[in-house]
């Protein structure tokens, strides 16, 4: 079965850093996701994408974040100055179509230090 | 808001034992209910859904039925394996408004089964 791949597995930075998570949806998919679950925490909703722009984001995705397609088959996230808080699994999910079932990759592990 | 709230873990079985996760659920309409499952070292995966109220959804062995009226959609299953270790993940998604359909979670449970 097809799937969402995302890298890296595991990224360190220091707090200020930028960050950008990336993530390589399912190919016929039109719909991006980002999530993330702080440790010991509930899996959040960040931000959907569709057709090249936002579709809908949460109070959590601030400025601070952005998203973005640069080449019609990698999607990622960017933190521009990263707060220890933001120390996270990230997880990106594609859909074919809206409603329909999510893909999830296997996350990325940022640590903020 | 709408929320998910299910048992907290860990959750430790024997092989063969019997298998409940709790799972309420608060929304303003009329969710879709999803059970997902992260094996680990890997992502979610979507393990059984209810789109309306008494639907059952299973997979894999496992059930859960959609109940409106107690608001719960609590995961089952009748005897565990050793390979059904992971973190389950009670889910809902509402479709109002502009929602683009995206999932609230839980805060997940992780199960063990021992040998």
């Known amino acids: 079965e097809p799937e969402v791949t995302q890298t890296p597995s595991h990224q360190v930075t220091q707090m200020g850093q930028e960050v950008i998570l990336r993530c390589v949806p399912i190919?016929?998919?039109?719909?991006f996701y980002w999530y993330r679950q702080i440790l010991g925490q509930k899996v959040e909703f960040l931000v959907s994408?569709?057709?090249?722009?936002?579709?809908?984001k949460s109070e959590i995705f601030d400025d601070q974040f952005s998203v973005e397609r640069p080449d019609g088959s990698n999607f990622t996230l960017k933190i521009r100055s990263t707060k220890l808080e933001d120390s996270a699994m990230y997880f990106c999910?594609?859909?074919?179509?809206?409603?329909?079932?999510?893909?999830f990759g296997n996350g990325t592990r940022l640590t903020v230090t | 808001g709408d929320s998910v709230t299910q048992m907290e873990g860990p959750v430790t079985l024997s092989e063969e034992a019997f298998l409940t996760i709790n799972c309420t659920y608060t929304a303003t309409g009329y969710p879709s209910l999803f059970w997902y499952v992260q094996y680990p070292g890997e992502g979610l995966q979507l393990l059984l859904k209810?789109?309306?109220?008494?639907d059952k959804g299973s997979n894999k062995g496992f059930e859960a039925t959609y109940r409106k009226e107690t608001t719960s959609f609590h995961l089952e299953k009748g005897s565990v394996q050793v390979s059904d270790s992971a973190v389950y993940f009670c889910?809902?998604?509402?479709?109002?408004?502009?929602?683009?359909?995206?999932?609230?979670f839980g805060k997940g449970t992780k199960l063990s089964v021992k040998p």
């Open positions: 889910a809902l998604s509402e479709r109002y408004g502009g929602s683009q359909g995206n999932l609230i």
């Open positions: 999910a594609s859909s074919e179509a809206l409603w329909q079932r999510l893909h």
């Open positions: 994408f569709y057709n090249n722009e936002i579709s809908e």
């Open positions: 209810a789109t309306k109220a008494d």
């Open positions: 190919s016929n998919h039109l719909y």
